[in-house]
């Protein structure tokens, strides 16, 4: 009888696995669905697999299978988005265009930090997450609200100063700031312009950017809170969305983690069976699935695109990407066999 109760005993400690679940904040209030759908198998994946999981989404899933899965829908965010004139920032220059979006970014964190739910995770004193994943840097005092560690989640590569802000590498010829568009291989010029880029960045990071994301931390979290630039120490991992394959090389440190390669894409649909008879049509369908200000792309690349398919009958073709909330209008003719 003994030996049996041992048999049972040892067999129910082999077979058994522990399992250790968290409560994890994430914070993505980008309202630009290419944001937000890279971390969607992020938040679907930690939620089917036992973590707690709440979320601060512009385009929430709405998956009622995704039980441990809570979504703080910030979609109202969409509203100052389609209000930005994004040919005009081009025409702005680097110094103007930065401040238009520093000022975009700032109305849409004062209206999603006024979100009741957001108010809650501020004042609920009983209220705890074991770490806090996010977008952009601005947010982390919500890691020290919860004295929690931090992962930084980036749906593109990272400009050289958040590298370099976590302590990895980021030569200036050898890897340009994404910002700059520079091709792999730099002429002089080039090299030059991006290493007076790369100094000139951190001044400006360091006496303007700083100060006034330290500004924006009293305003909405209180006096009570460190400087971000102590509260980013809290950093534990780094994920971003490049790939080996399509990036040049670069030096990486363990704790920065290349997530690319194609997580966000699911099973492909076929392509819904619509026909726009009239332009009242037409104009009703547009205004219910743009979002993203496709009627202030440059007239001379609507005209380019317009220009790929001859005129050969009177019909006008729309494409949008399933899911994405992108219309882009081109009043073109079916293609020539």
Known sequence: MANAMISVLFG??????PTFSARILGLVPTPSFSHQIVFRPLWRELSLRGHNVVVLTTDPMKDPTLTNLTEID???????WNEMNFNE?????????MDKIVSFFNDVMEEQMQLPEVQNLLKNETEHFDVVMLEFPILAPFAERFDCPIILMSSQDLPSLMYQALGNPSHPVLNPDIMLGFPDKLNFFQ??????FTVSMKFIYKYVIMP?????????????YSPLEEILKRTSLMLVNTNVVFEPPRPLLPHIIQIGGGIHMTQAKPLPKKTIKDNKQFTKETEKLNSQNWHQLQSELLQAAENTAPRTRKRTHAWWTDGCYQLIQLRQQAWQN
């Not at 129910?12 to 696995?17: E, K, L, M, P």
């Not at 920032?89 to 265009?97: C, M, N, P, Q, W």
């Not at 006034?212 to 009570?224: S, W």
């Open 74 to 80: 910030a979609s109202s965010s969409y509203k100052q």
């Open 191 to 196: 090299r030059l312009a991006s290493s007076l």
């Open 212 to 224: 006034f994301l330290d500004t924006l931390i009293k305003k909405h979290f209180g006096n009570d």
């Open 12 to 17: 129910f400690v082999v077979v058994t696995t």
């Open 89 to 97: 920032l081009s025409e702005k220059g680097f110094i103007r265009g």
